[in-house]
């Protein structure tokens, strides 16, 4: 049985038998299993559930099978799981002759990522604990550690200390509350030089939320918090600082619309990634049959071109064979008729011994010029070079 299952599979799995029998039939440990089912938000039969459920008797309720629930992100994973599937299988037809159409998606990108941020924006403003997000808090236990520095002359100085640094971290803990509740991951990496990263389904990059250029026409005297601009940044290539990138994302203050900005924006990329890589991956697939079709016509061409190169080889001996044969019947019967002819003439007599040394000779080169006159086992041979039972 493959290891790898997915969400669906999963939870009925669990459901319909012991871990430890699924664990057996796999080839795994049943901690294993448990495993897949936390990483994968699936619920599993409680301690005792087997037990109570071979008694016969009603199960408690809290025995009860509850339904499986879905995040965004896990929700986006499943449909595009079917559509991998459906490639894999066309995959695993390697001896297949036909090409493989493209991907079929159900829906236009633009659908999917309406339907998926509709989804999303049910999650607007839950918030699962009051503390703030681990991202947010590693960049505060930073900011923390800079300020302690008590170095003034270091270029390494507080960033979120200020008004807009404040705005800038309010904008992250909402929108990283946000994506996390829809099941996208967060994480961030660094002890001096924070990376900010974001995993959604197929996409998987850096992102930044920072201040951007405001002009100073745009500046209201008196009222600072309303001068702030942010960005969010998706994509953006860390080590290049040679050009100074549009953010994806402008925004002033973060509502319930900023967010559902910026989810919107995560789910194209990631659908956008994901369609251009299965497009990607149908090609691969097409090149691959192509070649093996390819390579198969040329087997047989050659093939065809070995069988007509032996025919036309075979043709070619049975005839030298024959002119062989031909020219040795020829040669004999002319020997023979050069010894009668010598043997008749008029100045025979002069020479006869000679002559008949001679004609004994003569007659001797035409019997084995001569293939009429071959013993059985010379003419078995000779006829089996013509290869007539091939």
């Known amino acids: 049985m493959s290891t790898k299952l997915t969400r669906k599979a999963l939870y009925e799995l669990v459901w319909s038998q012991p871990r430890t029998h699924i664990a057996k039939a796999m080839g795994v440990s049943d901690v294993w299993i448990g495993k897949q089912c936390r990483d994968l938000n699936v619920p599993a039969p409680p301690a005792g559930y087997w037990a109570s459920r071979a008694s016969g008797k009603k199960l408690k309720t809290k025995y009860q099978k509850p339904p499986l629930t879905y995040t965004v992100a896990e929700r986006i994973q499943e449909d595009h799981d079917g559509i ?34 509709d989804l999303a924006r049910k999650e607007v403003g839950r918030r699962r604990t009051h503390t703030h997000h681990p991202v947010v808090q590693k960049l505060l236990d930073e900011d923390g550690r800079r300020a302690a520095a008590k170095s003034p002359l270091s270029w390494q100085q507080p960033i979120y200390r200020t008004i807009v640094g404040e705005a800038t971290l309010a904008a992250i803990e909402a929108i990283a509350s946000h994506w996390e509740a ?4 967060l994480t961030a990496s660094g002890r001096r030089d924070i990376r900010v990263a974001v995993s959604a389904p197929s996409y998987t990059r850096s992102i930044e939320v920072r201040p951007v250029a405001t002009s100073s026409s745009t500046v209201k ?87 007509e190169a032996a025919v036309f080889a075979l043709r070619s001996r049975r005839e030298l064979l024959l002119r062989e044969a031909l020219d040795g019947a020829r040669r004999a019967k002319e020997i023979r008729h050069l010894v009668a002819g010598l043997n008749a003439s008029p100045s025979a007599d002069s020479s006869k011994e000679q002559l008949e040394r001679w004609s004994a000779w003569a007659l001797q080169q035409a019997e084995e010029l001569d293939p009429v006159l071959q013993d059985r086992d010379t003419l078995k041979a000779w006829l089996r070079k013509f290869e007539l039972d091939a």
């Open 84 to 117: 991998v599937e459906a490639l894999a299988i066309i995959e695993r037809q390697n001896g297949s002759e036909t090409l493989p159409a493209s991907p079929e998606f159900v829906e236009s990108i633009e659908s999917a990522v309406t339907r998926y941020t």
């Open 182 to 185: 829809c099941g996208f991951a």
């Open 221 to 307: 005297p008196g009222r600072p918090s309303q001068q702030v601009r942010l960005g969010l940044w998706l994509d953006r290539d860390h080590h290049d600082h040679r050009v100074e990138s549009k953010p994806s994302l402008e925004f002033g203050k973060v509502d319930a619309g900023v967010i559902e900005a910026a989810t919107a924006l995560l789910i194209t990329k990631s659908e956008e990634s994901f369609r251009a890589r299965m497009v990607w991956r149908r090609e691969r697939i097409v090149a691959e049959r192509l070649q093996a079709l390819r390579a198969a016509e040329a087997a047989e061409r050659k093939v065809r071109e070995d069988q």
